[in-house]
């Protein structure tokens, strides 16, 4: 069995593997047994995004826990962080999110949560694995310690509640027009609500879902709509959520995009001011802009680095005791209210600080100027592409040619078959023609090599 778990669990085209029926089921049976631990009756929340198949998923990874003998308990649509949050209030040993975040429709996932409401580790993970590739029928419970399932109706007021804790109770949103992109998919409901319930008046976009439509042209991957929106309609600045609703991108008042990089320089700048941050730093990824080292540097923190994936940036988080950390595409982790990215609540810490300050957006977001960056991404179907002599001689030139005024970073994507190429540098145009050297390099290795002699 190739390996299931990716970056952020278990994703792929819906209906074809790995992302089965057939499969949803034993990772419910697995991962049931798995935390079935001790006498008590276990408890399992299970959530989901708006895409067609987690109808499917949802049934079928539902029919495994109860037949391991755990309590399902399905919260419909929300977001990612709402299932760390319910997992720890109710006091559930599991949870789950079916979702693919920011793919297209026809992909889909498992994401899984500890009862501490923290995503699992490799460890665990792969423990889920062994089991699902062995005979899960040892795990069955007798007829009698079957689960059962129930709908729980007030879970989204739970979490909109959670949210709304967070944002500080001096002020209000009150007078702002703020334009909210929920990408058709599972913040539609609470995004809004949220804003509106704080005093704001909002104008929404991307709530709408109809199975198909999650992230298409809409939300934090595509949100040249949302910026347009916020010209037209005059609104003091644009929040987008993805699909799952753990990432957030912004656009200030004049249509201009602030990232996850602007976002944590942001709230870091503030919390180092007022005693809050702790770790004296923050944790992102390779990801991250050289902008946003240098100029935390300037004000005496440090970034530190993790592997790509918003769970190890938690668990170096844990590591170097910093209650800040993500991820330029948006992951914001303020652990000292969750336990995961959650889009929502970092787009409430920014609204706080911009209204203490009483600055506009594009005023209090500008706070370095990013190093040139470009990324690219290489598609393959077969082999290891990096292992190519060819792939690593373009590496290694690119390496040599920035020396210590650029950065290379190259890896495989965990949730798609692809490359990803990225490079820094002072010249965009070079540092894009070094790119694209590796990326051709990449794309030569799926080509049929001609016969010789």
Not at 93 to 120: R, T
Request: net charge negative.
């Amino acid at each position: 069995m190739t390996k299931l778990f990716g970056t952020d669990g278990i994703r792929g085209l819906a209906n074809s593997s790995p992302m089965t029926a057939e499969l949803a089921l034993k990772v419910g049976m697995a991962a049931g047994h798995a935390f079935n631990r001790g006498k008590h009756r276990h408890r399992v929340v299970i959530a989901k995004d708006t895409r067609l198949s987690g109808y499917m998923v949802e049934n079928a990874l539902t029919a495994g826990f109860l037949s391991v003998g755990m309590h399902v308990y399905l919260v419909g649509p929300l977001p990612t962080p709402g299932v760390g949050m319910l997992t720890r209030s109710m006091r559930a040993d599991l949870g789950v999110m079916i979702s693919a975040s920011h793919n297209p429709y026809h992909d889909n996932g498992i994401k899984l949560f500890g009862p501490d409401g923290e995503k699992l580790s490799d460890d665990i993970q792969q423990q889920i694995e062994d089991l699902i590739a062995g005979d899960l029928t040892a795990c069955l419970a007798e007829p009698e310690r079957i689960g059962r399932a129930r709908r729980i109706d007030d879970a989204k007021g739970r979490y909109i509640e959670f949210v709304k804790a967070t944002f500080p109770k001096e002020l209000t949103l009150k007078g702002l027009k703020i334009v909210i992109d929920c990408a058709n998919g599972a913040g539609y409901e609470v995004g809004p609500t949220i804003l509106w319930e704080l005093g704001a008046e909002v104008i929404q976009m991307g709530v709408d879902p109809d199975g198909f439509n999650v992230n298409e042209a809409c939300g934090s991957t595509h949100p040249e709509a949302l910026c347009a929106r916020v010209i037209t309609e005059g609104a003091d600045l644009g929040i987008a959520l993805d699909g799952d609703a753990d990432r957030v991108i912004m656009c200030d008042e004049k249509g201009q995009l602030i990232d996850g990089d602007h976002l944590m320089a942001m709230i870091a700048a503030r919390w180092h001011q007022t005693g809050e941050l702790q770790g004296g730093g923050i944790v992102s990824t390779q990801m991250a802009n050289l902008g946003l080292t240098n100029y935390l540097k300037r004000l005496g923190l440090e970034l530190h680095r993790a592997k790509v994936g918003d769970r190890y940036v938690v668990e170096m988080m844990k590591e170097k005791g910093c209650n800040l950390g993500g991820e330029p595409s948006g992951h914001v982790i303020l652990s000292d209210y969750s336990t995961t990215g959650d889009a929502l609540i970092a787009a409430l810490q920014v609204l706080a600080l911009m209204l203490t300050d009483g600055r506009s957006l594009s005023k209090a977001s500008r706070l370095f100027d990013p190093v040139p960056q470009v990324l690219v991404n290489v598609r393959y179907a077969s082999g290891e592409p990096l292992e190519d002599a060819n792939v690593k001689d373009a590496i290694a030139n690119a390496e040599s040619t920035l020396g210590e005024k650029g950065r290379v970073f190259i890896r495989k994507s965990g949730t798609e078959p692809l490359i990803r190429v990225m490079i820094e540098g002072e010249s965009e145009s070079r540092i894009r023609e070094l790119a694209n050297g590796i990326a051709e390099a990449v794309s030569a290795t799926q080509k049929p090599k001609l016969a010789t002699g």
